[in-house]
């Protein structure tokens, strides 16, 4: 082979190398099997509500989780008067590729209900919240997608923000959303936002959150666009459905346009929400399998 062969052959080959690095690798499969283990996890905890031992179980165990998954994990502490109490809370932001300008946003509230308010126990509305649905759901997707993106960064920015949000407190409720966006890194502002709750009913059924709709109705067309084309069109109803209070709404404030996807109703008639029955036996594995699907491909077909 001639040295005029050999040059060419050579850029060639770096060229089709460079190529190959600049085309983001495929993403094993959502396991909604390790997602249910998470869900597993918190709840073994116990109920986490500030000011008692699970509550930081679980804190150590996210900053245990994400430290080694994510580029940069940032814990942010803050204290709030909650019924008359002054409580510690944390906001956990955990980021890959921190340096990129192009970024995209994933929430989820890991507390769970202080009070089972809507317990039809009387006895029992003064204890909290299991909170499997409420808190654990959306946090156990977030963490599976956390490995993955670990495994093969995406070709953007992501950054999870999984908040304390159920209290009301000093200035009102979603404390955890209201203090990042306080003290969210300067000029801060993702392409787009998903926030996760409420997603492992047994009979999961998703539609498009009706404040969400109006704020951001790009990215709730982009959203269930990609559950019709990874085939969960059966849970992301493609009708428009009731506005729901949430953090989702702080961010969309906040000039974010932010995404909720959020099962409105758990069990018949949503007799499970807020109740002691919020417990592991009322949600399934495959319910965040079909979240975690549709957030993967959503992540992963982004662009700079």
Known sequence: MSATLRAFCAVTFLALAACARDEPAEPRPFSASLAWAHLGEQLAFGPRVAGIPPHERQLRWMKDQLGFRADTVVVQEFTSRVAGKTLRFANVFARWRPQANERVLLVAHWDSPRHA??????????????????????????????????????????????????????????????????????????????????????DLRIPMEGSSARAAPEAVRQVWAVARE???????????????????????????????????????????????????????????????????????????
């Open 117 to 202: 308010t809507r317990d039809p126990e009387e006895h029992l509305q003064r204890r909290p919240v299991p909170g499997a649905n409420e808190g654990a759901s959306g946090t156990a997707v977030l963490m599976e997608l956390a490995q993955l993106f670990h495994e093969v960064p995406p070709a953007v920015g992501v950054d999870i923000l999984l908040t304390e949000a159920l209290e009301r407190g000093e200035g009102g409720t979603g404390l955890g959303a209201r203090h990042f966006l306080a003290n969210r890194p300067p000029g801060y502002r993702p392409r787009w936002a998903v926030y996760v709750d409420r997603v492992g009913d047994r």
């Open 230 to 304: 990874v085939g969960m069109d059966s849970v992301f109803l493609a009708h428009i459905g009731e506005a729901l209070a949430g953090e989702h709404q702080l961010l969309a404030a906040a000039g974010i346009p932010t995404v909720a996807i959020i099962d409105p109703e758990h069990g018949r008639q949503n007799e499970l929400w807020r109740t002691t029955d919020d417990a592991i036996d009322q949600v399934r594995r495959e319910s965040l399998g079909a979240v975690g699907t549709v957030l993967s491909a959503l992540v992963y077909r982004e662009r700079p």
